[in-house]
């Protein structure tokens, strides 16, 4: 099983045409991602052949939907045009939108999040500034690298790219349900709360890592969420222990104000709903397979 992506799963490139599009489309027809097509209003009824695949480009996420069945947009857009990419995709009420783009404006996003909330929820937003999802030997949509680890029972939610990347690597001979890599800006589609609740109504992921950081209330409410709503074993990993209070480290996100949002703080939330948290990824990975050889 998997959350939000499967084998069926059907995208579509918002700047398909671009370099990172193209590079990363490249990349996930080689997964074997069904990879249907691409939107560029200004290069509408051309193609793109990517090795031995053609793929047409579309005038809007709409007419993508209609006449290729898509229902995943990967926006590949730059930060001044992703607010638009996304309020089309959300107009056009594609089920999942994956925006990869960092450095988008906060009132852009809270505009576009406000769009999707105001429709229903009808599209699920995944980032901004975030890597994306991938269902091991499924599908893989966003800048995940493939080759990381395989099928398993393992569910991975993550606020940092690069440690959702170095946990699939620790954890590769167990496998991986699902791995999601939810953004670090402030405001966010998909929060850590949404992945735990697709995770533990999924029967096939047994156990689940959280990776939070710094900065926020994400954690304490996710741990919140745990104690209530959780039964599965959830092991956790907080980074920013070493960061300087009153500055913004790496993600939009990622900064302390006093005792608010500090690493000790969501370490402590964690440990009092039962949540294990590791010092290091590594630590982190081992208490998994500690855990898991109890399952």
């Not at 091991?136 to 569910?155: C, M």
């Not at 991986?176 to 096939?204: N, Q, V, Y």
């Not at 980074?239 to 939009?252: C, L, N, R, S, V």
Request: charged share 20%.
């Amino acid at each position: 099983m998997s959350i939000f992506l499967n084998k069926d799963s059907k995208i579509i490139v918002q700047g398909l045409t671009g370099s990172e599009g193209m590079k990363h489309a490249t990349l996930l027809l080689r997964y074997g991602s069904n990879v249907v097509g691409g939107v560029n209003p200004r290069k509408a009824g051309t193609s793109v052949e990517i090795e031995g695949h053609t793929l047409p480009v579309f005038g809007t996420v709409a007419e993508a939907m209609k006449e290729s069945g898509a229902n995943v947009s990967l926006i590949f857009v730059p930060p001044a045009f992703a607010k638009d990419a996304a309020i089309e995709a959300i107009e056009a009420e594609i089920p999942l939108a994956i925006v990869i783009t960092e450095g988008i404006p906060v009132h852009d996003t809270a505009q576009f999040w406000a769009l999707a909330k105001e429709k229903g929820n009808k599209t699920r937003i995944i980032g901004p500034n975030c890597p994306g999802i991938i269902s091991p030997e499924e599908s893989n949509a966003g800048i995940i690298p493939g080759n990381i680890s395989g099928k398993g029972a393992i569910g991975l939610v993550s606020k940092s790219g690069t440690l959702t990347y170095q946990m699939q690597a620790e954890l590769a001979d167990l496998g991986f349900s699902s791995a999601i890599g939810i953004g670090g800006d402030p405001i966010i589609g998909t929060t850590h709360i949404d992945a735990l609740e697709a995770f533990e109504k999924d029967p096939e992921t047994k156990a689940i890592v959280l990776i939070g950081e710094i900065g926020g209330d994400a954690e304490e409410r996710a741990a919140a969420y745990i104690k209530d709503n959780v039964s599965k074993p959830v092991v956790a990993y907080i980074a920013g222990f070493t960061a300087p209070e009153g500055k913004t480290m790496g993600h939009a996100g990622a900064i302390v104000s006093g005792s608010s949002g500090t690493a000790q703080a969501k370490q402590e939330a964690f440990e009092a709903v039962g949540v294990k948290v590791g010092k290091t990824p590594s630590e982190t990975a081992k208490l998994l397979r500690e855990v898991y050889a109890t399952l």
